[in-house]
């Protein structure tokens, strides 16, 4: 309860609202924000090949409307977990995958998800998310999925880690849905172990994310140090 009530003071919500919304930002921006944290099954259930919770219907359901719905050029889910990169240790995944080409656990809700994007041609749908230590860029392609399951458009994800915590990674990649780096920014990348979990005065290894759209519909990501160095950039057309 403690740490609920310390959500809903420190941000622009009513308590007891519903933590998972949507808020459009003029013609090209709408972000919708969900929430992995109320109706998600146990990380033991994220090996399960009759599928898990990370949403759970209702949530999974309103967010396949709102996008769906949506009038804004850029439909951005603001994603508090990754998609494509594995987390936790085995029997805690606590993501979406579980570095197993299999589609398992949550894995099916994200599958459903892609799958109605696909089917509705929704378009200009990315990700931005973290929960990880380190910085990257994931895509996922329907032509290195080896989870069985085709039928979905690429779909990207932006990732940083926080900047006063330690930093490790890159992590692995769960392939069920074609997922591989882009860009990638932690220890191993500069030539260290995977793992260190080196503290946060590496500086050279923190970093945060800034985003714009343009007047025109362009969208700009940017992945940046936390002395100011621009790390990785992506100016991205829409969709028409």
């Known amino acids: 309860h403690n740490s609920l009530q310390a959500f809903y ?3 622009p919500l009513v308590e007891g609202q ?15 924000f969900v929430d992995y944290r109320s109706f998600r099954d146990p990380n033991p259930e994220n090996s399960n090949p009759e599928g898990a919770d990370m949403m759970g219907e209702e949530q999974l359901e309103w967010l396949k409307q709102s996008l769906l719905e949506s009038e804004a050029t850029w439909k951005i889910i603001s994603s508090h977990d990754p998609f494509g990169i594995v987390t936790g240790g085995p029997g805690d995944r606590d993501s979406f995958g579980q570095e197993d080409p299999a589609i398992l656990g949550r894995e099916l809700e994200f599958q ?7 089917d509705e041609d929704i378009k200009n749908v990315i990700s931005l998310t973290s929960d990880v230590h380190f910085t990257g860029h994931v895509n996922m392609s329907p032509d290195r999925a080896e989870g069985g399951f085709t039928d979905f458009k690429p779909f990207d994800e932006y990732v940083i880690g926080p900047i006063h915590a330690g930093s490790f990674g890159p992590n692995f990649l769960d392939t069920s849905f074609g997922a591989q780096y882009e860009f990638e920014l932690g220890p191993l990348t500069l030539g260290f172990e ?35 160095d621009l790390k990785y950039e992506v100016n991205l057309m829409p969709e028409v």
Not at 18 to 32: D, N, P, T
Not at 197 to 223: D, H, K, M, R
Request: glycine content about 8%.
């Open 112 to 118: 459903d998800l892609i799958s109605f994007i696909m």
């Open 194 to 228: 995977r793992f260190p979990n080196f503290p946060p005065t590496e500086f050279n290894l923190q970093s945060f994310g800034y985003a714009e759209v343009s007047e025109t519909g362009e969208l700009t990501i940017q992945l940046i140090g936390i002395d100011g």
């Open 18 to 32: 519903s933590i998972y919304r949507k808020q459009q930002f003029g013609a090209h921006l709408e972000i919708f």
């Open 9 to 11: 003071e420190f941000n």
